[in-house]
């Protein structure tokens, strides 16, 4: 059985949103955050990629984490741009 292939164009526009929330909102405090911060979680997770990146960051969940704390981005580091396990968005 095939892995299902990820909806880039929604994941692209979930990570969007995510920065910009997370730009202009208090973060933990931002029932908005929570929802986007939820969304972009499910995306990454029903993806089958442990990661995504996009705009040279990598977002990769944190299962443990508590709300608020769902996604973790920093920049990418040269081996998330080799791995397979993570889907680069920004790449063709």
Do not use: C, W
Request: glycine share 6%; net charge negative; proline share 8%.
């Amino acid at each position: 059985m095939m892995a299902k292939t990820p909806d880039r164009a929604m994941l692209s526009r979930l990570v969007d949103a995510y920065d910009q929330i997370e730009e202009e909102s208090l973060g933990v405090g931002d029932p908005d955050f929570h929802e986007i911060e939820e969304q972009l979680f499910d995306a990454i997770d029903d993806s089958g990629y442990r990661a995504v990146i996009k705009n040279g960051n990598i977002y990769i969940f944190d299962p443990n984490g508590l709300p608020g704390e769902l996604i973790v981005a920093d920049p990418a580091e040269p081996e998330d741009l080799v791995d397979p396990t993570v889907l680069n968005l920004d790449e063709d």
